[in-house]
């Protein structure tokens, strides 16, 4: 070995006992100081504190206050009414139209068309058990009904309305 490879071996092997002995330095400062942090407070204490420092009244805005709040439900309530899919219409085939007969107009995915021969396994259910698959989605042998349609803003009114619209025009 040469006298400058002796070298480089002696300062490498400082420098790896130096990083050692600062790993230990940090272990032993982190699990003083997990000895150290303060434990965690006790629920009712944090309960005590949050009633001290609670607000002592409310504001009261007299009859102003109250318009404000009824417009504000007002308005949220025609928010609501806007989102119901076709305008809320229960017109069946209005919805059928638009949304069903995708898939009920040409067979797709196993969906019965209105051929009353397509609805005769399904008929004898009742029509309480088809509203129920048309609103909650039902997978069967023949095929997969989505939850209303694939649509979730109809309302259970609006499905409802549109079987019972494509049970009347069977052919």
Same mark, same amino acid.
């Given at each position: /070995?040469?006298n *400058?490879?002796l070298v480089?071996?002696?300062?490498?092997? /400082?420098?790896i006992g130096?990083l050692s002995?600062?790993?230990?330095?940090?272990? !032993? @400062?982190?699990?003083?100081?997990?000895?150290?942090l303060?434990a965690?407070r006790?629920? %009712?204490?944090?309960?005590?504190?949050?009633?001290?420092?609670?607000?002592?009244?409310?504001? *009261?805005a007299g009859?102003t #206050? $109250? =318009?404000?709040?009824a417009?504000?439900?007002? @308005?949220?309530?025609? @928010? @609501?009414?806007?989102?119901v $899919? *076709?305008g809320?219409t229960?017109d069946?085939?209005?919805?059928f139209?638009?949304l069903? %007969?995708g898939? +009920?107009?040409?067979?797709? #995915? &196993?969906?019965?068309? !209105?051929d009353r021969a +397509?609805?005769a =396994?399904r008929l004898?259910?009742?029509?309480?058990t088809? +509203?129920? +698959?048309?609103?909650?989605?039902?997978?069967?042998? $023949?095929?997969? /009904?989505p939850?209303k349609g &694939?649509?979730? =803003?109809l309302?259970?009114?609006?499905?409802? %309305?549109?079987?019972?619209w /494509?049970?009347a025009? !069977?052919?």
């Amino acid at each position: /070995m040469r006298n *400058y490879d002796l070298v480089f071996l002696k300062k490498f092997s /400082m420098v790896i006992g130096f990083l050692s002995v600062v790993t230990i330095a940090l272990i !032993l @400062a982190a699990l003083y100081l997990n000895g150290v942090l303060p434990a965690e407070r006790d629920p %009712a204490m944090n309960r005590i504190t949050e009633q001290r420092i609670a607000p002592q009244g409310a504001v *009261y805005a007299g009859q102003t #206050g $109250a =318009a404000q709040q009824a417009a504000a439900a007002a @308005a949220a309530a025609a @928010a @609501a009414a806007s989102q119901v $899919a *076709y305008g809320g219409t229960t017109d069946g085939s209005v919805i059928f139209g638009q949304l069903c %007969a995708g898939c +009920h107009g040409s067979g797709a #995915g &196993g969906a019965p068309t !209105l051929d009353r021969a +397509h609805w005769a =396994a399904r008929l004898p259910k009742g029509t309480d058990t088809l +509203h129920k +698959h048309a609103i909650e989605g039902f997978t069967g042998t $023949a095929g997969v /009904m989505p939850a209303k349609g &694939g649509n979730p =803003a109809l309302t259970d009114e609006q499905v409802i %309305a549109t079987v019972d619209w /494509m049970l009347a025009n !069977l052919k």
